[in-house]
């Protein structure tokens, strides 16, 4: 573990949790043995309110302030249900976020609705880190849902999962129509360590071709550009007549990128 952390030795880094206090107990015993010290906030105090408006503005920073939710969301991100909201801190400042729900319908999902990383720590691996933390602290759930932009540049921290990335769906009225709802398994055995451990798969463009204009002919496996909005489209369409599709891997040429989707 000390080796995967080398890189973020420089770091004055520390978790925070804001959660609802009767769940404290639980997560203090899930972070008792996590290499960075944790930081609890209770979203009902006047310290967690305070603190709450601090990710208001990070959240601004990443997204634009019209983009930001209120901070009474992410304040009941931290009370609601199973949800809660945490991140990395630097020298006591938030610098990466993620808010987790429960999926009341189904015990076994944990739903990743945000993850985001401060812009001047892009370069860290924050990104990792974080999604590092969402595995940890969802452990005892079976599966992760969440939504990826497919023209978002993080999206190689998703591939860096052991377990293969579903396509639930494609294109969602309440936010960006270029969203695909992806599922994967959870790993069980550490897994903070287990997906910074992992390295990421890595292919060639010219090993597949690429989509264009249908699904014809293209085979198992296929690559298509990131804003290609009408093959993820028939994509979808072909998930609803139930067949399964999988984000297999990433590749970048000439400043556009290119998702690997398989059917499996």
């Given at each position: 573990m000390n080796e995967l952390l080398k890189k973020y030795?420089?770091?004055n880094l520390e978790v925070f949790i804001i959660v609802n206090k009767a769940h404290w107990d639980k997560y203090k015993s899930l972070m008792e043995n996590f290499p960075y010290n944790t930081v609890f906030y209770d979203p009902a105090s006047t310290e967690g309110f305070d603190f709450i408006y601090e990710l208001v503005q990070l959240n601004e920073?990443?997204?634009?302030?019209?983009?930001?939710?209120?901070?009474?969301?992410?304040a009941n991100f931290g009370t609601i249900g199973a949800g809660l909201t945490a991140g990395f801190l630097v020298d006591g400042v938030p610098v990466s976020k993620l808010c987790m729900v429960g999926n009341v319908s189904d015990p076994t999902i944990a739903h990743e609705w945000t993850l985001l990383v401060d812009s001047s720590y892009e370069s860290a691996g924050l990104g990792s880190l974080t999604f590092a933390l969402a595995l940890h602290l969802v452990q005892d759930k079976e599966y992760l849902t969440f939504i990826l932009q497919t023209d978002n540049a993080s999206s190689n921290i998703y591939l860096k999962n052991i377990y293969p990335l579903?396509?639930?769906a494609y294109g969602f009225v309440h936010t960006r129509r270029n969203s695909m709802l992806l599922k994967t398994k959870i790993p069980?055995?550490?897994p903070f360590e287990t997906l910074l451990g992992n390295k990421l798969e890595r292919y060639e463009l010219e090993a597949f071709p690429i989509a264009k204009d249908d699904l014809e002919g293209l085979g198992d496996s296929f690559w298509v550009q990131q804003n290609?909005?009408?093959?993820?489209?028939?994509?979808?369409?072909e998930i609803e007549k139930g067949k399964n599709y999988i984000v297999k891997g990433k590749v970048q040429d000439k400043n556009i990128s290119y998702f690997l989707i398989s059917q499996i």
């Open positions: 030795e420089g770091l920073k990443a997204y634009g302030a019209g983009m930001a939710a209120p901070d009474w969301a992410f579903n396509i639930m069980k055995d550490n290609n909005s009408k093959i993820y489209r028939m994509i979808g369409d």
